[in-house]
């Protein structure tokens, strides 16, 4: 220790924060979910696995002993992984380039791209996304144009799809996957390309043998920082997506709000925490696989 | 001897108009087949930017570039039968070493079993069969310098680019290596175009040097050349170590002048082609250290007084001070029944005919 014992004294008051915004909140919910519904939302003390048999199954209104498979909650659930991994492409797909560019530039413009792309981060969610909105409701500015030149004769709809989640989301999450993918870049030996150049790679041989590799940690830093909070999404899907593209944070928010069922709430929230984790898990194994394969 | 690189007109600036910085001006080379070539200079006198030039890295803004008689202008660097030691080596960190020497060969299509061959072939060639398997980041940096190396001279280019390969290392892995680089010279038959700052580097591995300044090439020759004739100033004062003498001319005549020594003694000295001062101006003369030789005082060309005398292990240095208050540092190899002079010592100059040249400035 040589004295330096005290310093983690210097984390309590993180601690103190994340044990009453986090931890206890996390065991009130588990807590929560298994007990039964409050007449008027709440929950009365009774125990009971009933929210999480309701995850799953539902019973017959008329006959309780008649028991299937809650398909609408696992659609939720598939959806909301689908929708996340999609936004997780895109958001690589779209990231890599913007960050190769900004990685690329002189030193000193490069902090002004980098402030260019915390922008957004500016205007408060709720106002971008129904500006998105604007942009893409039936008599909103594209389809207007479009129509203007002549290109189509009716509106498409574009509002209360999944592609209208899945652009929210892409928006909402494209920094968070710039940004580390950028660190990794600019943490590259860039005569590492030169190198490859040199020994006769083609452009698409260094992008895969040479870049990649190099940047991995980013895209695994900048996987995690967008699935997650995709997976949990709530204002996007509930303004662009409506009632028919609900996702797994409005599915819960819906249990503990209009549907007064806080139990089956917390128990989809506590499903939903174990399903990241795992989602997390699954990644890191598959991803570090190569690494641990070469260390062996 | 046959050409392998041949650059004529050569022009290279960054930046356009008035702030346009010229990296190279008028550059042309032409190198051998088979030759141990050497780009010397400070840092920022352009060798750097004729090396990236000639593997492709950077187009000139003038010139022409041929590689074995074709020109390669305009061609990526991926398509030049030319490959390139790093200054940081630049091996791809996430491969083994054998993954890295088969790079080269992997992206050329070779099949698996000649690539398989070769790097066996270049492990052994290097002496690093037993680290086949390492990542680059488990071998030390000396190790790192012959993977490298290996890497590439496996796809077999015509010509080996190394830029300041051994900067890195320290004097004693350098010296090793310097004889390794010689070795793989020699057994590969690869004409070599190594880049340094490090004159002494130069002088030992070259077969020729390129003695360049601002963007220019000042001399070009075999080190013997170089060191022993000098074109001018810089080139005198960056190769080894030159005491420099403002001296009278008596007499020109024959290629050669007559000066004025200090002390009043007079001497015949070496004068370039490209200039004649006329009888009674003041040159610039040089004298290399090890080429003057102490004599009894009263004897010898010049007469001096020892200020301090510095130990090197083989040698000694002596500074004197001349007669009309002029330095000179006399080299003076070590023998125990010789002990060097004390401070206050005066003592007489010899110097062998042909020592003394005149400079231009």
């Known amino acids: 220790m040589r004295g330096h014992g005290w310093k983690w004294l210097l984390c309590t008051p993180a601690l103190i924060v994340l044990l009453l915004a986090a931890s206890g909140p996390l065991l009130i919910v588990a807590v929560y979910s298994f007990l039964s519904p409050g007449n008027m939302g709440g929950v009365s003390w009774e125990f009971t696995l009933e929210a999480w048999f309701r995850v799953f199954f539902r019973r017959d209104i008329f006959e309780p002993d008649l028991v299937e498979w809650n398909t609408a909650h696992l659609q939720v659930f598939w959806r909301s992984i689908w929708l996340s991994l999609q936004t997780t492409f895109i958001c690589a797909f779209l990231g890599f380039p913007t960050a190769w560019f900004i990685a690329t530039r002189p030193r000193l413009t490069r902090t002004i791209w980098l402030f260019l792309i915390t922008i957004p981060f500016w205007t408060n969610l709720l106002i971008r996304t129904f500006a998105i909105q604007e942009m893409i409701r039936n008599n909103g500015t594209i389809n207007a144009v479009l129509m203007w030149t002549g290109l189509i004769d009716s509106p498409i709809q574009m509002m209360f799809t999944e592609f209208a989640v899945l652009l929210g989301m892409a928006y909402v999450f494209l920094p968070l996957m710039v940004l580390p993918l950028y660190a990794a870049m600019e943490k590259m030996d860039f005569s590492l390309v030169e190198a490859g150049y040199d020994l006769y790679a083609s452009r698409l041989n260094v992008l895969w043998h040479v870049i990649l590799p190099q940047v991995k940690p980013g895209f695994i830093a900048g996987s995690i920082l967008v699935f997650i909070p995709a997976i949990g999404a709530y204002v996007t899907p509930r303004i662009l997506g409506g009632g028919r593209t609900m996702m797994l944070g409005n599915l819960i928010a819906l249990q503990f709000g209009q549907g007064r069922n806080w139990p089956l709430g917390a128990a989809l929230a506590l499903l939903m925490l174990v399903v990241v984790v795992g989602a997390l898990i699954f990644y890191l194994r598959v991803v570090g696989r190569n690494d641990e394969v070469r260390r062996g | ?361």
Do not use: W
């Open chain 2, 1 to 361: 001897m046959q050409k392998e690189i041949e650059i004529t007109g050569l022009n290279k600036s960054f930046g356009q108009g008035a702030s346009a910085f010229h990296a190279l001006s008028g550059i042309d080379l032409s190198i051998g087949s088979g030759e141990f070539f050497t780009l010397l200079g400070p840092s920022g006198c352009g060798k750097t930017t004729l090396l990236r030039i000639i593997a492709g890295f950077e187009e000139p803004s003038t010139g022409v570039l041929k590689i074995n008689g074709k020109e390669v202008t305009g061609l990526g660097p991926s398509k030049r039968p030319i490959n390139t030691v790093f200054q940081s080596y630049a091996l791809f960190p996430h491969m083994s070493v054998a993954d890295n020497i088969g790079f080269g060969l992997k992206m050329l299509g070779k099949p698996k079993s000649e690539i398989k061959s070769t790097v066996a072939e270049m492990l052994q060639l290097v002496r690093m069969e037993a680290m086949a398997d390492r990542l680059p980041s488990e071998i030390s940096g000396g190790q790192q310098q012959r993977v490298a190396l290996a890497r590439a001279l496996a796809p077999r280019p015509r010509v080996l680019l190394l830029d300041e390969p051994l900067s890195a290392l320290d004097l004693k892995l350098r010296k090793e290596m310097q004889s390794e680089l010689k070795r793989l010279q020699a057994e590969t038959g690869i004409t070599f175009v190594f880049v340094t700052h490090d004159q002494e580097e130069a002088l030992t591995m070259s077969d020729r040097i390129a003695v360049m300044s601002a963007g220019e090439i000042l001399q070009l020759g075999p080190p013997q050349e170089i060191y022993n004739a000098p074109v001018n100033r810089f080139v005198a004062d960056f190769i080894g170590d030159t005491n420099f003498l403002i001296l009278r001319v008596k007499e020109i005549g024959n290629g050669e002048a007559v000066l004025e020594l200090p002390g009043g003694r007079q001497a015949s000295a070496r004068l370039p082609e490209s200039i004649s001062p006329p009888v009674g101006s003041r040159v610039t003369a040089v004298i290399r250290p090890e080429q003057a030789e102490p004599t009894a005082a009263g004897q010898g060309e010049m007469q001096a007084v020892v200020e301090a005398a510095t130990f090197f292990g083989t040698d000694t240095h002596l500074h004197l001070l001349l007669d009309d208050a002029q330095g000179f540092v006399l080299r003076r190899q070590n023998r125990p029944d010789q002990p060097s002079p004390a401070p206050g010592t005066r003592l007489g100059l010899s110097f062998a005919p042909g020592a003394l040249r005149v400079l231009e400035d």
